[in-house]
């Protein structure tokens, strides 16, 4: 049977997005976080939110943050107050919650767009053409729907990208290939060396002087993915910081192939929780269906378990009942949308931090934006 759960502190992301919506009241928030369209974020920022909350979740402050969220989103709309320090703390952690969302987003979209690509083209035409140019008729021809998926921004950093590896891939000149890798970090000059071999090797007419007809879809999707290990290179790196690792990233990967062992059922993902029990480990995970995020954290605090389980569309629920929380997850996964395995069965993806001490060596030293108000 399912139990009902009470939420122990209420929020809503919705309330979080309608703060920052385009009225005049937040233009001058949503300028001081650069944000010039808020359209993107009301489509959800569940994922941004979630890893906000784990990130918190690493200096044993995953409570007070989304207590000061909900708290800071209420008395901002209470005209008696004076509410500036609660819109500088919701300006500082929306700027970093979108920060979160869009670098996922990014990889999503640029997924879906890539796949309905239309690269159909007159065979003798391209022909004619120099490759680099038909590079750029086949990205003109799909620039509509690609803006309908990604920022225009990132529409010119694929095109940049097509571009330089494409010249990588195939010129003859030495110092051309210097000057495309002048300037990148020593991990992007290793990556583009990485894709130029992948696709000479997977795009190539028979002399591998050039790219193929047959080559340029495959190209494409390469170039994409080449887009995507830059992302999460970022996002690892951004995280290592603050000493903050997990697992992996599948949502960044969004390809089970890659990772199977972290897209599993909600009978694997309790084998895994009470495996890490038995060992005393804390847990900070995220808890990701099809098309929403979620995060979870399980601590060991003066020799009790602490579960909590954050849904940006009702709140923060927390016991001190395994069989509740699991509970509360069966309850969540059924109300979801999720992938399914080879058996049909739901799977969700899981992207665990290797904190696992967190009662005893919290990272609270380094965790310190946005900073909380005393209220």
Do not use: W
């Amino acid at each position: 049977m399912i139990l009902s759960h009470r939420v122990h502190i209420k929020f809503e992301q919705i309330k979080l997005t309608d703060h920052f919506k385009n009225t005049a009241e937040n233009e001058f928030s949503r300028n001081i976080i650069g944000i010039k369209n808020i359209q993107e974020a009301e489509k959800g920022v569940c994922y941004g939110l979630t890893h906000a909350f784990l990130f918190y979740a690493h200096a044993n402050d995953e409570k007070k943050y989304i207590k000061n969220l909900a708290h800071a989103l209420k008395k901002t709309h209470n005209a008696k107050e004076n509410t500036r320090h609660y819109r500088t703390f919701l300006n500082d952690a929306f700027c970093q919650i979108i920060y979160k969302q869009a670098s996922v987003d990014y990889a999503l979209h640029i997924d879906n767009a890539i796949k309905k690509f239309d690269f159909s083209n007159d065979s003798h035409e391209l022909k004619q053409k120099k490759m680099l140019d038909s590079i750029s008729e086949i990205f003109l021809k799909n620039s509509a729907l690609l803006l309908d998926n990604i920022k225009e921004d990132d529409a010119i950093n694929l095109k940049k990208a097509l571009h330089q590896l494409y010249s990588y891939t195939y010129s003859t000149s030495a110092n051309a290939r210097e000057d495309i890798l002048k300037g990148k970090s020593h991990f992007e000059c290793h990556l583009i060396k990485l894709t130029a071999r992948e696709i000479k090797r997977k795009c190539s007419n028979f002399a591998k002087t050039d790219l193929s007809l047959k080559g340029m879809k495959p190209f494409f999707e390469l170039v994409k993915n080449h887009q995507k290990k830059i992302i999460k290179y970022q996002i690892i790196q951004k995280n290592s910081q603050y000493n903050i690792k997990y697992d992996t990233y599948t949502i960044i990967d969004n390809d089970i192939k890659l990772n199977p062992q972290n897209y599993i059922t909600f009978e694997q993902f309790k084998q895994r929780i009470n495996n890490r029990l038995q060992q005393q480990k804390d847990t900070i995970c995220d808890f990701i269906t099809k098309n929403h995020a979620m995060g979870i954290t399980i601590k060991h605090i003066n020799n009790k378990v602490i579960f909590k389980f954050f849904e940006p569309n009702k709140g923060l629920y927390i016991t001190k009942n395994k069989k509740k929380f699991f509970n509360l997850i069966e309850k969540t996964m059924s109300q979801q949308a999720c992938l399914v395995n080879a058996q049909h069965e739901k799977i969700i993806e899981v992207n665990t931090s290797y904190a696992d001490k967190l009662h005893q060596y919290p990272l609270s030293n380094k965790i310190k934006e946005p900073k909380f108000y005393k209220s």
